[in-house]
């Protein structure tokens, strides 16, 4: 599975342990950045993670700030995102499976690294279920449609 990740500065530790540990696991990792943990904008990557996923560049998206919260507004704001920040895995899973979330966000001042990694796994390994959800996945897909001009 093909997964972009991007992340501020915040989360530019974490984001290459992430990279290297999900690697290993077999996972292709596109990494569009940050490449220093120089100060930067969260909104700058999370709108490239979201940006990349609806081109088609990865199938899903890892996106990471201080906090998690500004880096998935920024990427919920990419038409045909549906970003979720989430600070552990029984989330991350139910965001594929009920919400089928293309993008994951959390926060590297909020969980340790090895959470990190099992939220990411958790969400990475979910499917979408369907049925009664593909219904309310369809009703985020109209919203989407209908705010934007």
Request: negative net charge.
């Amino acid at each position: 599975m093909k997964i972009v990740m991007g992340s501020d500065h915040a989360a530019y530790d974490l984001r290459i342990k992430l990279v290297e540990r999900l690697r290993a696991d077999g996972y292709e990792i596109v990494d569009l950045g940050t490449d220093s943990p120089e100060s930067t904008d969260y909104p700058i990557w999370g709108a490239k993670v979201g940006n990349a996923v609806v081109a088609g560049e990865g199938e899903l998206g890892i996106a990471i700030c201080g906090s998690g919260v500004g880096i998935s507004i920024a990427a919920n704001k990419v038409k045909g995102v549906r970003a979720a920040c989430v600070s552990e895995t029984y989330s991350a899973a139910m965001s594929r499976k009920h919400n089928n979330a293309n993008v994951l966000c959390f926060g590297a001042r909020v969980v340790g690294d090895d959470v990190a990694y099992e939220i990411c796994l958790a969400f990475l390994e979910a499917q979408f279920e369907g049925e009664r959800h593909a219904r309310r996945v369809g009703q985020l897909i109209d919203l989407d449609e209908s705010l934007h001009c």
